[in-house]
């Protein structure tokens, strides 16, 4: 179901609040109230009004994949054997349940039909990864893989303005 657009209705406390939470969800109110120029009752009045329409979906830590052991990322093209709503919910069903699929785009513009980012331990496990699971999906026809070699921006904020 599409989503409204909601971003005309923002003003520039909005916009302020959720650009200082995307770079710092940690953040206490009264600290937000003072960067926005806000008392903290009208704050964080805004900031649950925010949560309620959607435009703040939740709140989560970032964690170091390498330092938990994750040392390769891969980035997977996949392409599936028939374009059915059928094969594309059972492809998203198998691809949720994986715990090393970090993202998963269905895409277009490209000979794929998705694009997979997933985090492993080794090549070792990269192979176990796609021979024992993902190629096993039913539907999937293909899959290119690319090696994440650094990282130059990760998790950006989503621009406000």
Do not use: W
């Not at 009004?49 to 994750?70: F, P, Q, W």
């Not at 594309?88 to 998705?114: H, M, R, W």
């Amino acid at each position: 179901m599409p989503t409204k657009d909601t971003s005309a209705a923002l003003d520039r406390y909005d916009r302020h609040i959720l650009d200082v939470l995307q770079r710092d969800g940690r953040i206490s109110n009264q600290e937000l109230a003072e960067r926005i120029g806000l008392s903290p009752s009208p704050c964080l009045r805004r900031v649950r009004a925010l949560e309620e329409n959607g435009l703040i979906t939740g709140y989560r830590a970032l964690v170091d994949s390498k330092r938990l052991g994750y040392s390769l990322m891969a980035l997977l093209h996949i392409s599936m054997d028939r374009h059915t709503p059928e094969r594309f919910a059972n492809f998203e069903k198998e691809i949720s349940s994986l715990p090393q699929v970090l993202e998963c785009l269905l895409i277009t513009g490209q000979e794929a039909d998705y694009q997979l980012k997933v985090v492993v331990r080794d090549m070792d496990d990269y192979q176990n990864l796609l021979l024992n699971r993902i190629t096993r999906i039913e539907g999937v026809s293909g899959v290119h893989s690319s090696f994440v070699l650094r990282r130059v921006i990760d998790n950006p904020p989503t621009p406000t303005a």
